[in-house]
């Protein structure tokens, strides 16, 4: 008897333990449920409204319009729907400021591309996760803008930048080893440009120096001659003969060039 009512004591104590802590967990998971039925009724709604509403419907062109048709359409809507054309239409501006992103993304065939790409995803993947994706007039990752720092960065837009990113990393290494590549190769034209410089001012200095040497042993070989030449005639003729030829060449110098002779030599 007194084991049954053992028994009894503690199946109540534990049941009574349970309680509290089963009432908050059905709480939560009732909660979870909820917040998690609620995030996929708006992830429905939200996909949904993204296929029906796009850039292309905005500017009302088709998806393969050219460059110059956009453009006529972005003015055509421009002049509508710009604020100024009705101020009293507070409306205006949000469809402006979302006519000016559509244009911004479709001008550009880079951010065109991106923007179809995640229109096709968005069809073969319809969103039905727990995380709601952003409005398609949100395409706030294509460019630098001072809003994009309070928000998060959609994961979509991630995935596909991230092949960009990859490319113009790729790109931009190999640019950087082509441009180190190029630049040895001015080191080099330029070390062999001042070698041969160099080489070419010591052969040039080398023949000068063999056109001047041989220059002055020719100089020097006729002063030579000219100094010998006059010793042996003046031992041959004597000094008395050599005065004589000097009176000549003196008396020829002077009537060639009309010179007077001064006072004492006319006196002597």
């Not at 309070?150 to 990393?169: C, I, L, V």
């Not at 082509?178 to 200095?205: D, I, K, P, T």
């Not at 000097?246 to 001064?262: N, V």
Request: glycine share 2%.
């Amino acid at each position: 008897m007194k084991y049954l009512n053992r028994l009894q004591l503690s199946a109540c104590c534990s049941l009574a333990l349970k309680m509290p802590l089963s009432i908050p967990h059905l709480v939560c998971r009732c909660c979870f449920w909820c917040r998690s039925a609620t995030q996929r009724a708006f992830s429905t709604t939200l996909s949904n409204w993204s296929v029906r509403s796009n850039y292309y419907d905005l500017l009302g062109i088709k998806q393969d319009a050219t460059m110059e048709e956009i453009k006529q359409a972005f003015f055509t809507k421009s002049k509508k729907l710009h604020p100024d054309s009705d101020p009293n239409n507070p409306d205006l501006h949000s469809q402006f400021i979302q006519l000016n992103q559509a244009y911004r993304v479709l001008s550009k065939e880079g951010s065109r591309r991106l923007y179809d790409s995640q229109r096709a995803w968005h069809a073969a993947w319809p969103t039905t996760g727990s995380s709601p994706k952003h409005s398609p007039f949100d395409f706030t990752d294509l460019g630098p803008r001072p809003s994009t720092s309070s928000r998060g960065p959609d994961e979509n837009m991630r995935y596909w930048e991230q092949f960009h990113t990859h490319h113009a990393k790729t790109f931009s290494g190999t640019q950087a080893k082509q441009r180190q590549h190029w630049n040895r190769q001015l080191f080099g034209y330029c070390l062999l440009l001042m070698l041969a410089s160099m080489a070419a001012h010591y052969v040039a200095y080398r023949k000068l120096e063999e056109v001047h040497n041989s220059f002055m042993d020719k100089k020097d070989m006729l002063i030579t001659s000219i100094y010998n030449e006059s010793k042996e005639r003046a031992r041959a003729n004597g000094f008395q003969k050599q005065q004589e030829l000097l009176r000549q060449k003196h008396a020829e110098f002077t009537q060639r060039y009309r010179i007077r002779p001064s006072e004492n030599s006319a006196q002597k």
